[in-house]
């Protein structure tokens, strides 16, 4: 279920951003910004972002540490956010053992997915659009965690949606020339086009690595023009992101 404490801060902040819903032990949390701040301010934490430091103070106020910040770059590789970094690693996802280590990502279409074990004893926080989905980022995050996959559970947040994602034959060609039973995660449109799930892409892959047990998942970044930025819908949002966190503290 959602986590209560956190849901509390952000409506004691005025803050509607999203708890997820998952069924991890009580020492791991998390959260998903959208595109409103307090009192229905625009918010964006992009790195290039005009108020970056307004955004990433109002985060900062609800977590035990600052994040461990990525150049993300669209691969598959995965870092450890235990370890003090001089810059932000360039890195599609990060693994924390440590309490109080926050994992985070940024997106605007591709899809955040958060991992954690069922001891509440590792989590990672993973950039997953297309590339990266193809390239086995997910895969490479289930390895990094080093558990069993059947101990984990993922969390798919907010990313672009199956009726909105239009892609060509580069992108269907990238998942089914490999995994030809992937086409049931696309439908086709225009000639030469198809609509590819996200949602559904990153969950046979992850049930491919053994991880079962998948929640989240259902919204759109490129229709819920209120609540979400989307690259894809261009204009000033092209620049613009959404954080998604996980950290762990010790256990009780």
Aim: a neutral charge; aromatic letters at 8%; one cysteine or more.
């Amino acid at each position: 279920m959602p986590d209560a404490a956190m849901s509390a801060m952000l409506a004691a902040a005025g803050l509607d951003w999203i708890v997820p819903d998952w069924h991890v032990p009580a020492n791991v949390h998390a959260v998903s910004t959208t595109r409103r701040g307090a009192a229905g301010r625009e918010m964006d934490f992009s790195p290039r972002g005009a108020d970056i430091g307004a955004a990433r103070s109002t985060l900062r106020s609800l977590l035990p540490a600052e994040p461990r910040w990525l150049s993300q770059e669209h691969g598959r590789t995965i870092v450890s956010a235990d370890a003090d970094q001089p810059r932000a690693p360039q890195a599609d996802g990060a693994v924390a053992r440590v309490a109080g280590r926050v994992c985070a990502v940024l997106t605007a279409d591709c899809l955040p997915v958060l991992l954690a074990d069922r001891e509440g004893s590792v989590v990672a926080a993973v950039h997953a659009g297309w590339r990266g989905l193809a390239a086995g980022v997910l895969e490479a995050a289930v390895d990094a965690v080093s558990v069993a996959p059947a101990s984990l559970l993922a969390w798919l947040g907010p990313a672009i949606g199956p009726s909105a994602f239009e892609v060509g034959a580069d992108v269907y060609a990238a998942f089914c020339d490999a995994d030809p039973a992937a086409t049931v995660c696309f439908v086709a449109g225009r000639p030469g086009k198809w609509y590819a799930d996200l949602y559904a892409l990153a969950r046979r892959r992850l049930a491919r690595s053994g991880v079962s047990a998948v929640y989240g998942g259902g919204r759109c970044t490129f229709s819920e023009r209120e609540t979400f930025y989307s690259y894809r819908r261009g204009g000033a949002e092209t620049a613009r992101r959404m954080a998604t966190l996980v950290w762990r503290e010790d256990a009780a």
